[in-house]
């Protein structure tokens, strides 16, 4: 058996289409597009990589989106005092600070930088007013990756009401949303972390296992259950040719492709896991995709509910 591929790029494009005419809608109504303003502090290569598409999409889709950058020299309170001009800016919408911010800005960066973001700019909703509201079941802006997910399970047909679901990580900003969102939509959920006792048998319960992890590889074919749907959120960057060849058989493309590059992209889930899964979303082009188009939802939403009161 090979597991059916979730194809997050084929639906965050369907989605963007989708997307694009309200963006019209809401421009010609407001005569302004809805305005999204990421922050970038200093440089950092994989964070380039990311706001270039977030900015990309959301200009795609009609967008203002602007780029803030600070340099490295900058100081944490210097990104707040930015974050409190983008509250009161009445072109922007929505707020996104990139991850990671430089280590010199102390381990509590991220949660003050939260607290001071406006809850109705709060685009990646990771404020604690948002994610408040969430696990109340009140209308707020949610986790991209997390919410991203349920869209594509929800659009592919898996029944997630009455099933077991499995979330291996415990981030607020994957894990805990996405089983508060799974919880939501009824199934019975279980939350793995570092800790957890016998890892692949709590996962092999699953109908649903999401692997939100960060570890290359380490959801094998001995964590899932004949026929689940299998969530890979993990991105790691592989350079070490052991456990490339550990995850690639010899003559596989991506193999090839490591040894030309030195370097290849894959997720939590080994690829031996499509022997058994029902479905699975493949790295890349699975879960990233869809994350991007939720911050294009969510801000489309955010300014929807600045200027209608409506979400
Ligand atoms: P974090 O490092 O914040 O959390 C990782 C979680 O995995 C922790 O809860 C940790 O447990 C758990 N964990 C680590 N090792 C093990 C193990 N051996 N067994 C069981 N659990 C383990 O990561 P994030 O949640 O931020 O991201 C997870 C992955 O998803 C990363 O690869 C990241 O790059 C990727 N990602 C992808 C996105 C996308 O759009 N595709 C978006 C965001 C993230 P504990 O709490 O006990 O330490």
Request: charged letters at 20%.
């Amino acid at each position: 058996m090979s597991a059916r591929v979730l194809d997050g790029q084929a639906l965050a494009g369907r989605m963007q289409q989708e997307i694009t005419p309200q963006v019209a809608a809401f421009a010609a109504r407001r005569g302004r597009p809805p305005g999204l303003a990421i922050v970038l502090v200093g440089q950092h290569p994989a964070s380039e990589v990311y706001v270039r598409n977030k900015l990309k999409a959301g200009r795609d889709v009609g967008f203002r989106a602007d780029l803030e950058r600070l340099p490295d020299t900058a100081s944490l309170g210097d990104l707040l005092a930015l974050v409190e001009r983008l509250n009161e800016s009445d072109v922007h919408d929505g707020i996104l600070v990139q991850a990671p911010l430089p280590k010199a800005f102390g381990p509590d960066a991220a949660a003050r930088v939260f607290d001071v973001i406006a809850p109705d700019k709060d685009v990646d909703g990771f404020t604690a007013v948002n994610v408040g509201r969430m696990v109340q079941g009140r209308p707020a802006l949610v986790a991209c990756t997390p919410s991203g997910i349920i869209e594509l399970l929800v659009r592919e047909g898996i029944p997630l009401e009455g099933r077991r679901a499995c979330v291996v990580g415990r981030s607020d900003i994957v894990g805990k949303p996405m089983a508060l969102l799974l919880l939501q939509r009824h199934a019975t959920v279980t939350i793995c972390h570092s800790k957890t006792a016998d890892l692949p048998a709590v996962c092999r319960e699953a109908d649903i296992l999401v692997a939100a992890i960060g570890r290359a590889g380490l959801v094998t074919k001995a964590f899932v259950k004949p026929g689940a749907a299998v969530i890979d959120v993990g991105m790691n960057q592989v350079t070490d040719a052991g456990l490339a060849a550990q995850l690639f058989p010899e003559g596989h493309p991506r193999l090839a492709k490591f040894r030309e590059r030195g370097s290849v992209l894959v997720g939590d889930v080994h690829p031996e896991v499509a022997e058994v899964a029902g479905a699975l979303t493949p790295v890349p082009g699975g879960v990233g995709p869809l994350t991007v188009t939720m911050l294009m939802m969510n801000t489309l939403r955010a300014a929807r509910a600045r200027m209608d009161g409506t979400r």
